[in-house]
């Protein structure tokens, strides 16, 4: 068994065929556009669990997004910039120079939310905004290596507006973290 639901496809010399990566974020895609079949499942963050709500409280089912990240080959956790709203959280200080300054700073994030699939193995991924239980800005970097434990601090997600596009070739784990509501900003 592979990544996924289905065997891997393996070539005479012993590559697989077929991109588990792929299929996941297809997967996730899915279950996040068809929310109404049920299944079961051991593993708590599994990417293929539906619907969409299960990786959160059985009670809290209003989900539109399964938080995930990308792993590279060498196991690091994949990272792409985001440029932080200007506008004002809940949970966020009053606006000072300082603070102000700091909202118009560009800050990396490890966790996504698939957008579309396409061609063979291609996305668009939006970058998201991890925010601790208290709804603040969690920083993921510290002198620009990952910062392991603020990882462990992140709770709530916020959509960024950034987006990436990247080959889902070039990954070799995905892990799903949790599903949420992502409030999409409006035009």
Known sequence: MGCGRNDDI??????????CICEVVRAIRRIQDIRDDVDCDDCKTDC???PLG????????RANTRVFMLLT???????????????????DAPATTESAQRESDNCFS???????VFDNCCATLQVLEPRDARGRRVNLFCN???DYDAI????RFEATGSCVTVDLTCFCGIQCVKDVFIECEEN
Do not use: W
Not at 10 to 19: F, L
Not at 73 to 91: E, L, N, Q, V, W
């Open 54 to 61: 299960s990786l959160v409280s059985p009670t809290r089912n």
């Open 73 to 91: 080959k060498d196991g690091t956790p994949f990272k792409a910039m985001y440029k932080k709203s200007k506008r004002r959280r809940d949970g």
């Open 152 to 155: 462990c601090k992140v709770e």
């Open 10 to 19: 393996v070539d005479n010399r012993g590559k697989c065929e077929t991109h």
């Open 110 to 116: 490890v966790f996504f939310r698939v957008q579309n």
């Open 144 to 146: 620009g290596k990952l």
């Open 48 to 50: 293929f669990i539906t």
